[in-house]
């Protein structure tokens, strides 16, 4: 079992940057596979990058992804926000290890931090 909780998010103008923290509980962290999906005001949760757990990240043009196994946390650092990043960001996991841009791949979720982005 693991649980996350994020952390970072807050409000932002456009062009800035933000980090955010997904921080674990339980065992075996860094087994699992790691991603963030954020979703916007009346649209579906989106994924936006993952990581595996041999420290593989997608890619995004403006965002990157890194993990700190030792912490047991996750990072998603975002730079030149523009308003339509604003969303609830979540953080999720699962314990196959491999990253997933469907929703249903994984296991475990956070509650979410708020990022807003003003033009």
């Known amino acids: 079992q693991v649980q996350l909780v994020e952390s970072g998010g807050g409000l932002v103008q456009a062009g800035a940057s933000l980090r955010l923290s997904c921080v674990a509980s339980?065992?075996?962290?860094?087994?699992?596979?790691v991603a963030w999906f954020r979703q916007a005001p009346g649209k579906d949760r989106e994924f936006v990058l993952g990581?595996?757990?041999g420290n593989i990240g997608t890619y995004h043009a403006r965002f990157s992804i890194s993990r700190d196994n030792a912490k047991k946390t996750v990072y998603l650092q975002m730079n030149s926000l523009k308003p339509e990043d604003t969303a609830i960001y979540y953080c999720s996991a699962s314990p196959d290890g491999g990253v997933k841009t469907q929703m249903w791949g994984y296991d475990y979720w956070g509650q979410g931090t708020q990022v807003t982005v003003s033009s």
């Open positions: 339980g065992r075996d962290f860094s087994n699992y596979a």
């Open positions: 990581i595996s757990r």
